[in-house]
């Protein structure tokens, strides 16, 4: 996905230039202008749903349907995480930042779901053969 990513890049670059080089821009006092020079990502919005749809959809074996079904991403689902990469990412975040804990069994289910995904797209990086990465994914 990297020249996708690097395209994404580029095109809100020229998008961020058009804003900051508009005429009306001028109208606005020089605080203004600093703000939003500094303010104004020069990175487009990114969320973890695209990686995590790569690595999955590269794999022989989809675990998406097991990634959702799992008791962790059901409860975020029900409380308003609006899909399974939504969720991970909730979880990731209020891990990060201490927001909040998850039972353990919970988190077990989830991690190693997410170990298997991580070592089948190594073996697959590595070029190793689909039987082996179906193995990692299969267990």
């Given amino acids: 996905t990297?020249?996708?990513?690097?395209?994404?890049?580029?095109d809100h670059l020229e998008a961020r230039g058009k804003v900051l080089d508009a005429?009306?821009?001028s109208y606005l006092s020089t605080e203004d202008s600093r703000f939003l020079k500094?303010?104004?990502?020069?990175?487009?919005?990114?969320?973890?749903?695209?990686p995590l749809r790569y690595c999955l959809d590269a794999l022989p074996v989809d675990l998406s349907?097991?990634?959702e079904g799992s008791k962790l991403v059901k409860q975020l689902l029900?409380?308003?995480a609006t899909s399974m990469p939504d969720a991970l990412r909730i979880v990731r975040n209020d891990l990060a930042h201490g927001n909040r804990g998850y039972d353990m069994t919970d988190l077990r289910e989830l991690a190693e779901l997410l170990?298997?995904?991580?070592?089948?797209?190594?073996?697959?990086?590595?070029?190793?053969?689909?039987?082996?990465?179906?193995?990692?994914?299969?267990r």
């Fill in 78 to 80: 029900s409380e308003g």
């Fill in 38 to 50: 500094r303010n104004l990502s020069k990175r487009p919005p990114s969320t973890l749903e695209t």
């Fill in 115 to 138: 170990d298997r995904v991580a070592r089948a797209h190594l073996l697959r990086v590595l070029g190793c053969p689909e039987s082996a990465q179906k193995r990692v994914l299969q």
């Fill in 65 to 67: 349907p097991s990634l």
């Fill in 23 to 25: 005429p009306g821009i």
């Fill in 2 to 10: 990297r020249e996708q990513r690097q395209q994404k890049e580029v």
